[in-house]
């Protein structure tokens, strides 16, 4: 069974006796960092230093004179195999990413302990490594606003993806919990840096809020809260989210879905809302925000952790770019760190190319791996390779795809779509092509 260090977001139960998970967490670092209200950012300056609770992650230590290390790059080869992805629990999944990557962050060039560059806060926060989870993780404490940077120019249709690590410690519940919510904003014209979001007025033009409370039981639930700059817009309370419970101490997967004032939500791969008219028209959506309520526990009884974002414009033709022009490219096939192992959210991308397929069973088709430029060369060449074949084999053993219909290659780094100085660049390069042959 994995280890869990610590814990992510939403919440609203409480619970005394967190010591026993908390001793397994391996990156703890204080934070004590001064808050200034007016300007919306609060930096953990402090350093990482190790706390009773915490040991330190292995390779995430600080150095000789006391100052964070910076966080290494995970080499391909580092994380091990684990069994075959299985897409049962995603098999109504109907969610694919948007084309191309607009904004991506996965906290991998932070330094442990501190609060992420370009991110915006009123209270504290911190880059953390959690120990059975891949890469870095933004941990939120309680009684906070917390804003991703802001991203110009997003479209009316478009996709905004991330996962996050929920503790609860599993003893004694009570409705004090701190309240975790989801935001999805447009931040006033002006407001670039959060500091009228963060003031009292605590202005955004659209505030798109799902307030998530989570049992460890099957009473967890969630509403949904639409509020225009001058009045509240839509709103539906309460419904029920019974799996959410089982979920503490997992990876949890959530998506969503603009498309004008259509807006669609899963928790790994449950579609919990589909609503046609949600929206206001024009939002001009351009930050993903999170707030914490307050609670009478200690910060460190809880954990609310979030990471992997990706937010992506357009939605892709399968058909169109497989069978008319020849060759279709995703980076929506999402695989475990240095593995090939796939995802289970990669669910909906996959269904939609078995769909052409099925629907044009003369094709034959090229299934060619790609990665980003981190690790070694001949290792990510490997891992191309067998990301490929680990797709061909999903097509054909879950989706029932002939394999006849398949040949797979991979070609590592050495054909990069974007430069791999960025997060962004870097989701876009790790990707899978298939081409009509």
């Known amino acids: 069974m994995k ?12 619970l005394a006796q967190s010591q026993s998970l908390l001793d397994r967490v391996r990156q703890k670092a204080k934070a004590r960092a001064d808050q200034k209200i007016d300007q919306g950012i609060d930096r953990a300056l402090d350093g990482a230093e190790n706390a009773a ?48 990557i607009v904004y991506a962050e996965d906290f991998a060039e932070e330094v442990i302990g501190e609060f992420p560059v370009g991110w915006c806060t009123d209270n504290r926060g911190e880059t953390v490594a959690i120990e ?15 804003l991703s940077p802001y991203v110009k120019g997003l479209p009316a249709n478009f996709t905004a993806e991330f996962d996050l690590v ?68 839509f709103s539906k309370e309460g419904k029920e989210l019974p799996a959410l419970g089982s979920l503490v101490d997992k990876r949890i997967h959530i998506a969503l879905w603009v498309q004008k004032e259509r807006l669609r939500l899963w928790i ?30 200690g910060e460190e009884a809880t ?60 094709v034959r088709v090229k299934i060619v791996g790609h990665t980003d430029s981190d690790g070694d060369d001949a290792k990510n060449l490997s891992l191309s390779k067998a990301r490929a074949a680990a797709v061909k084999a999903a097509l054909s053993t879950q989706y029932g795809i002939d394999a006849a219909r398949f040949e797979t290659d991979g070609k590592g780094e050495t054909q990069p779509a974007a430069p791999n100085t960025t997060a962004e660049g870097k989701a876009k390069n790790r990707r899978v092509e298939f081409i009509k042959r």
């Open 3 to 14: 280890k869990f260090l610590l814990v992510a977001l939403l919440a609203l139960p409480a």
């Open 132 to 146: 059975g989870f891949d890469g870095r993780w933004l941990r939120l404490f309680k009684d906070g606003r917390f």
């Open 166 to 233: 929920l503790h609860l410690p599993p003893n004694e519940m009570n409705s004090n919990f701190p309240l975790f919510n989801l935001h999805l904003l447009s931040v006033a014209p002006g407001d670039e840096k959060g500091r009228r979001y963060f003031g009292t007025a605590r202005d955004a033009s659209t505030d798109v809020r799902f307030a998530i409370a989570p049992y460890p039981d099957e009473s967890s639930r969630i509403s949904l809260f639409v509020d225009g700059p001058n009045n509240h817009y």
């Open 303 to 362: 954990g609310y952790y979030v990471s992997h974002f990706r937010l992506a414009e357009g939605a892709p033709d399968l058909r169109t770019r497989l069978i008319t022009e020849g060759r279709f490219s995703t980076s929506g096939i999402l695989f475990d760190t240095g593995s090939d192992t796939i995802k289970p959210e990669s669910a909906g991308v996959l269904a939609g190319i078995a769909q052409v397929l099925r629907e044009n069973a003369a």
């Open 53 to 100: 609770a915490h040991e330190v992650k292995k390779g995430d230590a600080a150095t000789g004179d006391g100052t964070p290390a910076k966080p290494a790059q995970p080499s391909t080869d580092q994380a091990a195999k684990s069994p075959a992805t299985t897409f049962k629990s995603y098999s109504r999944y109907d969610f694919v990413p948007g084309e191309h």
């Open 268 to 297: 790994n791969g449950e579609k919990i809302f589909d609503m046609p008219q949600a929206l206001p028209e024009a939002a001009g959506f351009n930050r993903i925000g999170f707030s914490t309520g307050d609670s009478p526990y």
